[in-house]
């Protein structure tokens, strides 16, 4: 276990500094909601300070009582030797400005599509007004499911996940968020519970880590449930059905996304005659692909 001097930190800037340079020595791993040490030493100290999450540098030389250096310390123990991702150790997680609650049932919430809702999306699915049904399939913490019914006023949102774990979480968010009247939790494998209805637009951030990726994961990643990461030998297994079974539940019109990280080549193989659109995000030029109902349908 890490030995953390708690006594020798008196002031937040000791804290901070040490955290950095602890962070670096032990090589952890960032990718859930920060890039670098600095940043993930800061939000962890903001957090459990109870301090603004904004508003780092007024506190700096600010002494800590020692209730609050125990607590720093048994966070940062968690952080360095058992790798628990910082999102897990606070619970939450934030997209844009939208805070949601995370633990260990579910992934922590990061989509490229989730920059793409509703101004990245508009050439294919019109006016966002004229979104009345939407679909986000593999909900997990129900983090896009919200998004949409944000960014799409008009639209009643089934959000679709085969653990009953995961929509546990969602149901907490979506309560957070008061949409229970507004989107709708649903225990699928894929689209196989579902209602006979159809949608204006489906979403999807489907498990599409490769099999030979999953074994050289980080550590930090290994917290997650398996179930929302492994895509099977190439990373397609969930993508394949969506692909195939879509059609079915899309208005004429109906427009699909789907994230699946760096497989563009692999999904362009098993479906060479489907005309996909990479979209570019800040982050990334070909992790998303849209395609309309029609395609998918002459394209099979």
């Known amino acids: 276990m890490s ?85 897990y150790l606070t619970h939450e997680a934030w997209l844009g400005d939208f805070r949601f609650y995370v633990d260990e049932r579910v992934l922590i919430p990061r989509s490229f599509i989730a920059e793409l809702v509703p101004g990245g999306l508009l050439p294919y699915i019109g006016p966002a007004n004229e979104v009345r049904t939407a679909l986000d399939m593999c909900t997990g913490s129900g983090c896009l499911a919200i998004l949409l019914a944000h960014a799409y006023p008009e639209a009643d949102v089934d959000a679709v996940d085969i653990s009953s774990a995961a929509l546990a979480v969602a149901q907490r968010n979506v309560s957070d968020y008061a949409l229970a009247d507004r989107v709708n939790l649903i225990r699928s494998d894929l689209f196989a519970n579902l209602p006979e209805k159809t949608y204006d637009l489906i979403i999807s951030n489907p498990p599409y880590v490769t099999a030979m990726a999953m074994e050289e994961l980080p550590n930090e990643y290994r917290h997650e449930p398996e179930l929302a990461l492994a895509g099977g030998d190439d990373g397609l297994d969930a993508v394949r059905g969506i692909i195939k079974e879509a059609p079915r539940f899309l208005n004429p019109g109906g427009t699909l996304v789907v994230e699946l990280g760096n497989n563009r080549s692999a999904v362009e193989l098993a479906f060479p005659r489907l005309p996909f659109v990479w979209l570019a995000t800040a982050g990334s030029e070909d992790c998303v692909f849209v395609v309309k109902r029609e395609e998918l349908v002459s394209g099979r």
């Open 3 to 87: 030995s953390i001097p708690s006594g020798e930190l008196e002031t937040l800037r000791d804290w901070l500094r040490w955290s950095v340079s602890r962070f670096g020595e032990a090589k952890l791993h960032f990718g859930h909601g920060s890039s670098e040490a600095y940043d993930e030493a800061a939000y962890l100290l903001l957090h459990a300070l109870h301090l603004p999450l904004d508003r780092l540098e007024p506190f700096l030389d600010a002494k800590l009582t020692q209730a609050e250096r125990a607590t720093l310390g048994q966070l940062f123990s968690r952080r360095i030797d058992e790798r628990v991702p910082a999102a």
